[in-house]
């Protein structure tokens, strides 16, 4: 897998060899945001059912659906919720303890950089322009502009049963065909999408999948349902990992002459 867009050039070997293991680490990245729960590096990161690309679609290409589309270009960002500047590894490795319910990865392991690398790839030659007031990239989900205190319980049940059980499970447990939305196996009260406003934005680009077609209240009446079942608790220190596992430097040491 390439996914430079450069044009061919006289480049040294080492500089070669350089290019090709930067695509092999991109390649790696896009396994890992499609495998995110299954994949070797990533499994042991993660406590519920769920991948990057049950959120972010088609491993984040999907120009709507939480798109990773141009997102590298926002960061650093000023993060209220982290109430601290961040980079885009932050907000990768974060999304592990909240929307997958698992534990932070270590800076700089290959986990990280490999997935880094990939959403970097998808802003290749956009300008940067680092977010001073929240870590959105230009493609961020647009908020629904709907009076949010509408949403309807009964009728968001209706609209789960008819639109959504058949890929999610009657108890939201999940199929083959979708990943649970509730309950031990889904995100957890920290993720973003645990907010209805969020998660009612975002069904309304995404779902149903392939095909979104529901209005601004459909999508808010079934957000209003869904966020109010059971799912995991967020305490912050039950997702990170001991201080001295948090980072590591992770280059090979030159052999000695």
């Not at 390649?27 to 519920?48: D, F, W």
């Not at 990280?112 to 322009?129: C, N, P, R």
């Not at 059980?165 to 065909?177: I, K, L």
């Amino acid at each position: 897998m390439h996914l430079s867009n450069a044009e061919p050039s006289t480049a040294t070997d080492a500089e070669a060899s350089t290019e090709t293991e930067l695509d092999k680490v991109i390649a790696l990245g896009r396994e890992i945001v499609l495998h995110t729960g299954t994949h070797p590096l990533s499994k042991q990161y993660v406590g519920n059912d769920l991948a990057c690309t049950s959120c972010h679609l088609e491993a984040g290409t999907d120009p709507q659906a939480a798109s990773f589309i141009g997102v590298a270009t926002a960061y650093p960002a000023w993060s209220p919720r982290e109430q601290r500047v961040i980079t885009l590894e932050d907000r990768v490795l974060n999304c592990f303890m909240r929307s997958m319910n698992g534990t932070r990865p270590p800076n700089g392991s290959k986990v990280s950089v490999a997935m880094t690398a990939y959403i970097a790839s998808l802003s290749q030659g956009q300008a940067m322009k680092m977010n001073h007031e929240k870590p959105l990239g230009p493609k961020h989900v647009p908020t629904l502009d709907i009076d949010m205190t509408t949403g309807d319980l009964t009728r968001g049940r209706e609209l789960y049963a008819n639109e959504c059980a058949y890929c999610h499970g009657d108890a939201g447990e999940g199929s083959d065909d979708g990943p649970p939305v509730w309950g031990a196996k889904s995100y957890n009260h920290g993720a973003g999408l645990s907010r209805v406003p969020k998660l009612a934005s975002w069904l309304k680009v995404a779902m149903p999948l392939g095909d979104p077609y529901l209005t601004d209240q459909q999508a808010l009446d079934i957000a209003t349902y869904v966020n109010s079942k059971p799912r995991p608790e967020f305490k912050l220190q039950d997702h990170l990992p001991p201080a001295d596992k948090r980072g590591e430097y992770n280059a090979e040491p030159p052999a000695a002459d």
